[in-house]
């Protein structure tokens, strides 16, 4: 009877201690969710957040109006990555979004603008760039979603893989996880006059 009482008297010490220190689930967790290893996510290839911003430039035919993203020589005529036109007839804005795998040339996508809480799909062909190695996502934008981009601090899209590709921040020093980083500096006041050039005259 003494070898029983002190056999439960044990269990429950081992069973206090147990719940004071539970086993670590994989991953090193203790019930919530695994924490983030390092690496995890999309690694960084080029961050241009301190030296790029936006500029828009009406254009004479049989060019159309534009708005860049452009490094530190200012030019619409050299952007670095993204960058919208607009017909002026009819206000059709049409967005290319730089460094594309160019295997994937002639081919469809459905990528992923997220604005805020929305993670609005857009569809889209890759096209050769005539100006880079690289292929561009080519793809309709509505007016709507330009002015919402102009007002936010982070937007970032996402391939139809899955990767955050792009990310584009007001503040350089936000930290993001994508592969491409770059600058919304100057967009809203810039995204206004573009759009005063896309009215249909």
């Keep these: 009877m003494l070898k029983r009482l002190t056999l439960l008297a044990a269990m429950g010490v081992l069973a206090a ?54 490094g530190t020589s200012g030019s619409v005529d050299a952007p670095v990555g993204f960058y919208m ?5 009819n206000g059709t804005i049409t967005a290319r979004l730089g460094k594309q795998p160019t295997a994937r040339v002639g081919q469809t996508a459905t990528y992923r603008i997220r604005m805020g809480v929305e993670a609005k799909p857009v569809e889209g062909k890759f096209e050769t760039n005539p100006k880079s190695p690289d292929a561009d996502f080519v793809f309709p934008l509505a007016s709507v979603d330009v002015r919402t981009m102009a007002q936010l601090d982070m937007i970032s899209v996402s391939t139809d893989q899955g990767e955050v590709q792009w990310a584009f921040v007001r503040d350089p ?6 592969k491409y980083v770059a600058s919304l500096k100057d967009m809203a006041a810039q995204s206004r006059d573009y759009m005063e050039y896309c009215n249909p005259k």
């Design 173 to 178: 020093a936000t930290a993001v996880q994508a």
């Design 17 to 70: 201690a147990c719940a004071a220190n539970p086993t670590p689930a994989a991953g090193g967790s203790t019930g919530g969710p695994a924490p983030l290893t390092p690496g995890a996510g999309t690694a960084t290839a080029l961050n241009i957040a301190a030296t790029s911003h936006w500029v828009a430039e009406e254009r004479l035919m049989p060019q159309d109006p534009i708005l860049a993203l452009v």
């Design 85 to 89: 036109t607009c017909n002026p007839a």
